[in-house]
């Protein structure tokens, strides 16, 4: 419309336009111009449902606010893993959906991700139940294991090593290797031929 010679109203900018207007205002240091476009494009992201794109804005708007940045980026992480997490869960939905004979009636909000298609019904039941199992537990023995901690040790037990268990479950190396220091800690052993004969003895 600029080279066309007319008016640009904000209505036209496209939410993932006034998040980039706002970075490139921000390092071309003009700090309040980058607010207020940061704001708008949080405000229509949010109107739109769109997770990732509150994420990008929220981290825009950490750059801009130190006193808050520390809140803010830990928002915008927690936005994008639980939107990783759904698509996931969407994409092996639709692996289950097919293979049963129901394909999906409409196209879902929350994009189907191709690792999610790779898990099959029980495995997805299992992801789903780490990302969303509940957070009330005892804090040390058996029972206070959280569901990703349990599966975890099964497959510690079974023998993969941490690249594998990483591989397995959709986790980082780091991930796995904190998992088993709180299973250690919460079942008393200090390593995993401990771990081994503790889950033995409870098996018989």
């Known amino acids: 419309m600029a080279w066309r010679g007319g008016?640009?109203?904000d209505e036209l900018?496209?939410?993932?336009?006034r998040i980039?207007?706002?970075a490139a205002l921000r390092q071309a240091g003009d700090p309040e111009g980058a607010a207020r476009a940061c704001a708008a494009g949080l405000d229509a992201a949010r109107a739109l449902e769109m997770p990732r794109l509150i994420a990008d804005a929220l981290e825009q708007q950490a750059f801009l606010d130190e006193?808050?940045?520390?809140?803010l980026h830990l928002e915008a992480l927690r936005l994008r893993a639980d939107a990783t997490t759904g698509s996931r869960i969407m994409g092996a939905c639709d692996r289950a959906r097919e293979e049963l004979g129901?394909?999906?009636p409409h196209r879902p909000s929350v994009p189907a991700a191709p690792e999610g298609r790779r898990m099959d019904l029980e495995e997805a039941i299992a992801f789903t139940r780490r990302a969303y199992g509940g957070r009330r537990r005892p804090a040390t023995g058996w029972a206070g294991l959280t569901p990703a901690e349990q599966e975890v040790v099964r497959l510690a037990v079974a023998g993969l090593s941490n690249p594998e268990i990483a591989g397995r479950?959709?986790?980082s190396r780091s991930t796995v290797k904190t998992h088993l220091a709180h299973v250690y800690a919460k079942l008393g052993v200090a390593n995993r031929a401990e771990l081994a004969a503790l889950q033995r003895e409870r098996d018989r």
């Open 7 to 9: 008016e640009q109203p």
């Open 13 to 17: 900018l496209t939410p993932e336009t």
């Open 20 to 22: 980039a207007l706002a």
């Open 67 to 71: 006193a808050r940045a520390v809140t």
């Open 102 to 104: 129901y394909p999906r």
């Open 169 to 171: 479950l959709f986790m």
